[in-house]
C-alpha cells in the first residue's frame, strides 16, 4: 500500500473499534477482508440467529450500524470511507466495498463521535426522562440520512399500546421453542465472545419496571436503579420505505448515526426490534408511526441517573476471526 493508502496496522485499529457496534444478539453476523486500499464487508449468513430474524433483516441492519461505525472510526483516524454499497449485484453477501482516502482535517466533533462508539452501550435498565432531548431531538433531524431511514418519535399517549403490543409479541412466542432455544443460546452467565452475557441483561424484577422490552433469560442479581419507579424514556421509531436489504442496510447506518449521537449528548439508549418481528406487532408500530413506511428498529433514549453506572461493555469476537487481510 501507498503512502495515500491507509497502512494496515491502522486499518486493523479502525476495524477493531468499528466492531464495538451493536448486533442483535451480540451475533455480529460480519466478515471483512482488506486488498490493497480497499475494505470489502461480508454478511457472515450463518451467523443469523434465524428464530428470532426470520429474513435475515436484523442481521443486515446490524452490518449497517458496522458499516456507519467503520466510517466514524475511519474519519477520526484521518481517513475519508468512500463506501460502495451492494457493489455486486450477483452477490447480494457481499454489502459494501469502502475505499479510504487520506483526510484533510479531523475536527473534535469527528473525534469525539469515535470515542462514543467506546462509551455506548445497550442498556436494558429503566431510565429518567432524557434532560437534554429538546437539543437531541433537533439534532438528529438535521444529521439523520432521510434518505435511509425516518425517525418518528412516539407520544407519551401512545405509550400503553406499545406495552400492550411488547406483552403480545412475548406472549405469542412462549411456547415457540425455537425462538426460546435460540435466546438461551445467545445469552449465557458466562463471557464468551458473542452473545449477551446475564451482567448486561435486566433481571425479572428490572424488567418489571420496563415495559417495553424483549423478555432475556437472566439471573437474579439486586436490583439496579431502584429510585426509578418506571421507565421514562423517549421511544423513536426508525422505518424504511421498502423491506429489502438495501433498506436494512441503510437503517443500521441509521440507527448507528442515532446511538452515537445521543451517547455523545450524554444519554443512554437501548435498541429493540421484538416488536417489527411478528407481524402481528409490527402492524401495531406501523399504525403508531402513521404508516410513514416499514417499521425496522425501536430505540428507547433516556437518562442514567447521577452516580449510577452504566452496563459492562459486551465482549467481540477476536478480530482474527472477523478480518483478513488478502496478498
Ligand atoms: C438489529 C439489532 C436488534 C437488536 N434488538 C434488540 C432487542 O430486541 N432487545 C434488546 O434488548 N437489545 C437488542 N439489540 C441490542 C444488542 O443485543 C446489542 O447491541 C448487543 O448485545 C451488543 O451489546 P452492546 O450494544 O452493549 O455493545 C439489538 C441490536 C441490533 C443492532
Not at 167 to 195: C, I, K, N, P
Not at 225 to 246: E, F, K, M, N, Y
Not at 292 to 311: E, N
Request: proline letters at 6%; aromatic letters at 6%.
Amino acid at each position: 500500500m501507498g503512502a495515500s493508502s491507509i497502512d494496515s496496522a491502522t486499518l486493523a485499529r479502525v476495524v477493531q473499534l468499528a466492531c464495538r457496534a451493536p448486533s442483535v444478539h451480540n451475533s455480529q453476523p460480519w466478515r471483512m477482508s482488506a486488498q490493497d486500499s480497499e475494505l470489502r464487508m461480508f454478511l457472515e449468513p450463518h451467523r443469523v440467529p434465524h428464530a428470532t430474524d426470520r429474513s435475515g433483516r436484523e442481521a443486515v441492519i446490524s452490518c449497517g450500524a458496522l458499516l456507519d461505525h467503520l466510517r466514524v472510526a475511519a474519519t477520526a483516524a484521518g481517513w475519508k470511507a468512500h463506501i460502495a454499497r451492494f457493489p455486486n449485484p450477483s452477490e447480494l453477501d457481499h454489502l459494501a466495498t469502502v475505499e479510504f482516502r487520506r483526510a484533510q482535517f479531523v475536527s473534535d466533533a469527528e473525534r469525539a463521535r469515535a470515542d462514543a462508539i467506546l462509551q455506548r452501550r445497550t442498556d436494558r435498565l429503566p431510565f429518567a426522562a432524557p434532560a437534554s432531548w429538546d437539543f437531541l431531538e433537533p439534532v438528529l433531524r438535521a444529521t439523520i440520512d432521510t434518505e435511509k431511514a425516518t425517525l418518528t418519535v412516539l407520544p407519551d399517549s401512545a405509550r400503553s399500546q406499545l406495552a400492550e403490543a411488547s406483552r403480545l409479541t412475548e406472549a405469542m412466542r412462549r411456547y415457540d421453542s425455537s425462538y426460546q432455544a435460540e435466546l438461551h443460546w445467545w445469552t449465557s452467565a458466562f463471557e464468551v465472545s458473542d452473545g449477551i452475557p446475564y451482567s448486561a441483561l435486566a433481571s425479572a424484577s428490572e424488567r418489571g419496571r420496563v415495559e417495553v422490552a424483549r423478555a432475556f433469560p437472566s439471573d437474579s442479581h439486586p436490583d439496579r436503579r431502584p429510585q426509578l419507579d418506571r421507565d421514562h424514556s423517549v421511544i423513536a421509531v426508525l422505518c424504511t420505505d421498502g423491506d429489502g436489504r438495501r433498506e436494512a442496510l441503510g437503517c443500521g447506518e441509521v440507527l448507528s448515526d442515532v446511538l452515537l449521537e445521543a451517547t455523545m449528548a450524554g444519554l443512554a439508549t437501548c435498541t429493540l426490534t421484538h416488536l417489527t418481528e411478528l407481524d402481528a406487532s409490527r402492524a401495531i408500530i406501523r399504525a403508531l408511526v402513521g404508516d410513514t413506511g416499514d417499521p425496522q428498529v425501536l430505540i428507547r433514549i433516556g437518562q442514567v441517573p447521577a452516580f449510577d453506572a452504566q452496563p459492562p461493555a459486551t465482549p467481540r469476537r477476536p478480530l482474527a476471526d472477523v478480518f483478513g487481510v488478502e496478498p
